[in-house]
């Protein structure tokens, strides 16, 4: 698969990604010691990296090395590795999700109807220049359902998923990638909350053969967290 940038702002661009592209394969990396063994779509389940150590890259399994030290939800301190051929950086296996997790949309995400207002009209163009306006299409962890309101009620048939957090918007109009096929699936800031970002993507990517994904991008100078 290759991904192609098709839209974005400063630091926040969206991708597309088309099945059936060859994907060549890389040569094997050299595993410095130490290192945390596990296979990539086990992440979930890895035991707590020590500081100092490095770990498995959840996006290409190349080690990662430590990058720096953040407290998450004003309690927990935790480790941020970086990855050296991606450039993908992620936390220690991450074991605070339950509590993170208990208010699904922050109370301070004060841009959240105007960016799905954005994410609708981006998507809207995106459509009638490259898929079938007439096919269904499905919002992966589409929180409150916002978005898929307002592409239904631009008359494209959009349907939610998200098991994390309650349909509000768009009852009625669930769907399930394990069961359906869709003409496009979208994803909008979900990849940064996945502990394992390949595993629940690959899954989607069986019922669609365009995937739209956005995400925050790390800047140039990479800042350290907090």
Known sequence: ?????????PQHRQFLSRRGRQRVAEPPLQEPDPVVESPLREYATR???PRGRSMRCAICDAPSAFFAT???LRQFSVGYFRCPDCHFVQTETPHWLDRAYAEPIAASDVGMVDRNLQNAARTSRLVHRLLDPAGRFLDFGGGYGLFVRRMRDLGYDFRWAD????????????GDPAVDQYELVTTFE????LPDPVGPLGDVLKATDTLLVSTELMPASEPKPG
């Open 1 to 9: 698969r290759r991904l192609v940038q098709v839209a974005g702002e």
């Open 47 to 49: 035991r707590r990296t």
């Open 70 to 72: 953040a407290t998450v």
């Open 163 to 174: 098991p994390r957090c309650p349909n509000l918007f768009a009852q009625g109009h669930e």
């Open 190 to 193: 979900v990849v940064e909350h």
